[in-house]
């Protein structure tokens, strides 16, 4: 179910992506998403080593970390959520990295939420400019 995703064929995980971000931030207009999916698809995803979970050869998560230190992305379909996808995603970047960090919206409380529960910890908080809302930067050490 989970493979390490190796073609620069990004479409799948974008459209995944946009269905995704857009169900986990309410609170930020949709538009944004819309006008950052370049990014995300030309320089973003690109530099990242991603691994997905797929059912029936169609996507239902995946997790990119870039620099091997930081999780990029970690998103779920929305009717995919509560299965154990993102946790079994998470689980397989700890086989890979000793040391994650991330960044987190604060009002995006059950993925603030399920990041403690895998382990991550705050360790600061930072404020996205662009977007005009603060997050938390979160970390997670091998033991």
């Known amino acids: ?3 390490k995703w190796n073609t620069n064929q990004f479409e799948p995980l974008l459209a995944l992506w946009l269905d995704s971000t857009t169900y986990a931030h309410p609170f930020i207009a949709e538009q944004y998403w819309y006008e950052s999916l370049p990014s995300v698809r030309d320089t973003y995803l690109p530099v990242a080593e991603t691994w997905i979970w797929e059912e029936a050869q169609s996507p ?3 997790v990119s970390v870039i620099q091997e230190r930081f999780v990029g992305a970690l998103f779920v379909a929305p009717e995919a959520i509560h299965r154990g996808i993102g946790s079994a995603l998470i689980n397989v970047v700890k086989q890979h990295f000793s040391d994650l960090s991330l960044e987190v919206y604060q009002k995006n409380i059950r993925a603030v939420n399920f990041y403690h529960a ?6 600061d908080s930072a404020w996205q400019e662009e977007t005009r809302h603060p997050t938390w930067i979160m970390r997670w050490q091998a033991d």
């Open 118 to 123: 895998q382990g991550f910890r705050i360790e």
């Open 60 to 62: 239902l998560g995946f």
């Open 1 to 3: 179910m989970i493979r």
